[in-house]
């Protein structure tokens, strides 16, 4: 949501087999090669840059490949000069980003969430993607529904079905299925700009029943020590994303009729949640 969508392409990123070359000289710290007999050998880590690799498998470092062209591109895209979508290999190799979320991370920020509402009877996940949070959130018994672009949906259509999720096709900034205890997006507002996290925010607040609450797992800028540097690669990335400040946060949820905000550091993790509340008798 907020994203650029897929474009066809037959661009495909070759893949290396065998020694890597001597000055790959962070590679091994990073986990990508061991060094053996004073040669560095590519380790399973590395496998992502096959094409072959099921994209949900990649893992984030061929979306981190691709995110490095978009930089050395940035002047031109500074002058307006954006491309017209990911290209289908690029669509792939972000969604192994997206599921590359570690589950340790995920459970902080779904704990993080019951904290804010405990024990919700029933979900909706936004811009769930691959399906973690929703699959968490669905293991500790809630009645989860992830929605997500159709793009999204359609490429990830057995994935869902192997989760057993409920899924349905929709957009944020336009309108959200109702009558939901809360609504939780995680990396929901980076692609988005202000004015789109306030129509994200008002279509959430409509979603809600009386007494529900949003929940957004964020980079909040100022908190976390990633925001910033995550902003400018949402710039680079694409037309409209950024991070954003906790004034902004708050401003935004404030001026949908949300209630009782906090925005509170997720344990152990880089991210905060941004909660509001909407008041039992709306």
Known sequence: MGRRTPRPSSRRRKSRSGPLPRRSTHSSDEGYATVSAGRYEATERLRGLDPETP?????????????????????????GNYPSGFSEEEFRNYMGGM?????????AIVTAAEHAHPRPDRLLNVGGGPGAFAAEFDRRGADVTLVDRESVLDFLE??????????????????????YDVVFGARMTVSLTLDGIREYFGNAYEALD?????????????????????????????????????????????????????????????????????????
């Open 99 to 107: 599921a590359a979320i570690d589950d340790a991370t995920v459970r």
């Open 55 to 79: 994209p949900l498998e990649r893992g984030i470092l061929p979306h981190r490949l691709d995110a490095f062209e978009d930089y050395v591109a940035l002047p031109e895209r500074m002058r």
């Open 158 to 179: 057995d994935h869902h079905r192997e989760q057993g999720l409920n899924v349905v096709e929709g957009d944020a900034r336009e309108s959200l299925p109702t009558g």
């Open 210 to 282: 009386p007494g529900g609450t949003f929940v957004g797992a964020e980079w909040v800028r100022g908190r976390s020590e990633v925001a910033e540097r995550f902003g400018l690669h949402m710039v680079a990335i694409s037309e409209a994303g950024n991070t954003y400040t906790e004034a902004e946060y708050r401003s935004a949820l404030a001026d949908n009729g949300f209630v009782d905000i906090e925005i509170t550091d997720v344990p152990d993790t880089r991210f905060q949640v941004v909660v509001g509340h909407v008041p039992d008798s709306a």
